[in-house]
């Protein structure tokens, strides 16, 4: 609670309380972390209306820059959920698809959790070329 203290006429002193409560933004985006540094750089693949859902009532679709939004959200334990559990055939997640978090007052106003993908085809055509690069040097 936030006490603040008002002078209402010389000598008088009234006090009154307020409940403070903080709340927090989440956002993040969802990408192809095609350099894979863990972060997302200008021109990577970025992912248009996948869901993300928050504690199992909440959720938000990725805009055309790939990022999801949630706000008004109160301290303390969150669950987000990359496509509200519903697997993605073509997609791997790179990241945790179902992180936890804490958060406390001291944390920033906003706070980031970014997805990372990969496309299925593309992990199969890595693999592929590195099994093929093998068997040329044997």
Aim: glycine share 8%; charged share 25%; aromatic share 6%.
């Amino acid at each position: 609670a936030m006490r603040k203290v008002l002078e209402l006429s010389e000598g008088e002193v009234v006090t009154l309380d307020f409940p403070m409560t903080m709340r927090r933004t989440l956002q993040g985006r969802i990408f192809r972390d095609q350099n894979q540094n863990r972060q997302y750089d200008q021109g990577e693949t970025v992912f248009r209306g996948l869901a993300v859902c928050l504690d199992g009532r909440r959720a938000a679709k990725s805009d055309a820059q790939g990022v999801f939004r949630f706000a008004d959200l109160p301290i303390g334990r969150h669950t987000v959920l990359l496509n509200c559990g519903v697997p993605m055939p073509d997609l791997l997640p790179l990241s945790n698809a179902q992180p936890t978090l804490l958060i406390g007052p001291d944390d920033p106003e906003a706070i980031t959790v970014d997805f990372r993908l990969e496309r299925t085809d593309a992990i199969i055509t890595d693999v592929l070329k590195e099994r093929n690069a093998n068997a040329g040097r044997q």
